[in-house]
């Protein structure tokens, strides 16, 4: 799969990844799914390096659970990292 298409996947697993995660998110919607598109590579990444999960296409079911995971990952992290800013 080729970049765009880790991109378009990305997209789609942060909205899929800010259903899962319900909140307000210091960034709004085009962070959250500009996050998504972080958590894709990074979930590849992760699954190529530390489990030896082969990546399988974009209809895959692996590929899309590793995006939407590694889309959870660095939503939280940012959610924990920026959080909401206080109020005075």
Do not use: N
Not at 1 to 16: F, N, P, Q, R, S
Not at 48 to 77: M, P, Y
């Amino acid at each position: 799969m080729g970049i765009i298409g880790w991109i378009v996947l990305g997209l789609i697993a942060g909205a899929i990844a800010k259903l899962l995660m319900p909140g307000r998110d210091p960034g709004g919607c085009i962070i959250t799914m500009l996050l998504g598109v972080a958590g894709a590579f990074l979930g590849g990444w992760i699954g190529k390096t530390l489990f030896h999960v082969q990546l399988g296409t974009f209809f895959d079911l692996r590929t899309w659970v590793l995006a939407i995971l590694g889309a959870l990952v660095i939503l939280g992290g940012y959610r924990l990292i920026i959080g909401r800013p206080s109020e005075p």
